[in-house]
Every structure is written in structure tokens, then in C-alpha cells.
Nanobody, 111 residues
């Protein structure tokens, strides 16, 4: 079992940047992979980015080249650096591994 707590969301103008954090209650090396999802109003939850314990990463086509997922094993934290944000990135962003989910953090991009 693990608790996941996201932070770092907020309101930003289009073209801006945000960094989301996901703090885990135990070693993230225990869980493989760690994921970021997002859900916009009226839409299904979608997988945004994934990182494995050996730091292999994968991204949704819609965010490739703009978002970067990373991890700090010493801090039990996974990050999502989001650059060149667009209005369509507006969503609640969730951290996930296996069956465990965080509470989500709202990201709103104004155009």
C-alpha cells in the first residue's frame, strides 16, 4: 500500500510552465511504473507519462517534447515538468501506480 500526494498545480497562461510533484509514502522503487494521468471535464482519464524504476520513460503523443517525467528516489517523489502549456492541457492531474491514486491537482491553462 502507498499514499500518493500531488502538488504544484495552478493557473498559468498558455506558453507557461508548471512542475507537478507526487510524493509517495514509501520507496517508489517498490512500484513499477509510476504514472501521471489527467482528466479534463467530460473526458476520460488519459495516461500522460510513465517512468519505470530504471528511469525509462514514455509519453502520450499530445505531450511529447513538452512534458518531462522524472523521479527522485531519495525523496520518494515523481515529477512532471510541463512546458509550453496549452489550453487543452487543462485538467486534473493524477499520480498513479498499480491500484493506488493520488487525490489530483488542478492545472488550468488560460489562452
Amino acid at each position: 500500500q502507498v499514499q500518493l500526494v500531488e502538488s504544484g498545480g495552478g493557473l498559468v497562461q498558455a506558453g507557461g510552465s508548471l512542475r507537478l510533484s507526487c510524493a509517495a509514502s514509501r520507496s517508489i522503487l517498490t512500484f513499477n511504473p509510476m504514472n501521471w494521468y489527467r482528466q479534463a471535464p467530460g473526458e476520460q482519464r488519459e495516461l500522460v507519462a510513465t517512468i519505470t524504476t530504471d528511469r525509462r520513460t514514455n509519453y502520450a503523443d499530445s505531450v511529447k517534447g513538452r512534458f518531462t517525467i522524472s523521479s527522485d528516489n531519495a525523496k520518494n517523489t515523481v515529477y512532471l515538468q510541463m512546458n509550453s502549456l496549452k489550453a487543452e492541457d487543462t485538467a486534473v492531474y493524477y499520480c498513479n501506480t498499480h491500484i493506488w491514486w493520488g487525490q489530483g491537482t488542478q492545472v488550468t491553462v488560460s489562452s
